[in-house]
């Protein structure tokens, strides 16, 4: 009997400009990544050294040191094909840009409340 071994999630904290970014993930995919906006007491002293975590740390590294403007990462499935298109338009707003959830709905065929509640359930 071969018995499967699941990656257990694992945590890393990253101190940036903006406060604590607080990543959560798996060797395959990050799930949920926070931005506390405040130091957090328990800062990491060890960084995770392989994997999707890792990967997530060095490109957040990296856009704080000014040398990334775009994130190329395994994140989690959105829940729905829907939620996955959702989650492509916000996305695609570019570097240095905003956009209101009334400008996203019009241009992705969705409404402004829809795109808002989007955005607060995102764990990206």
């Known amino acids: 009997m071969i018995i499967a071994m699941t990656y257990a999630p694992k945590r890393a904290l ?10 959560w993930g798996s060797a395959t995919q990050i799930d949920r990544i926070i931005v506390h906006g405040h130091a957090v007491a328990e800062q990491a ?7 999707a975590l890792a990967e997530c740390v060095a490109q957040i590294d990296a856009y704080f040191a000014g040398t990334r403007q775009a994130f190329d990462l395994p994140l989690a499935p959105a829940r729905s ?3 996955a298109a ?3 338009a916000i996305s695609a707003v570019p570097y240095g840009s905003t956009a209101s959830y009334g400008q996203l709905a019009r241009a992705h065929d969705s409404g402004a ?4 509640q989007v955005c607060a359930r995102n764990p990206f």
Request: charged residues 20%.
């Open 113 to 116: 409340r829809a795109m808002g």
């Open 45 to 51: 002293s060890e960084r995770p050294q392989n994997g």
């Open 81 to 83: 094909p829907r939620g």
């Open 14 to 23: 990253v101190a940036t400009p903006i406060g604590t970014v607080e990543i």
């Open 86 to 88: 959702l989650r492509a």
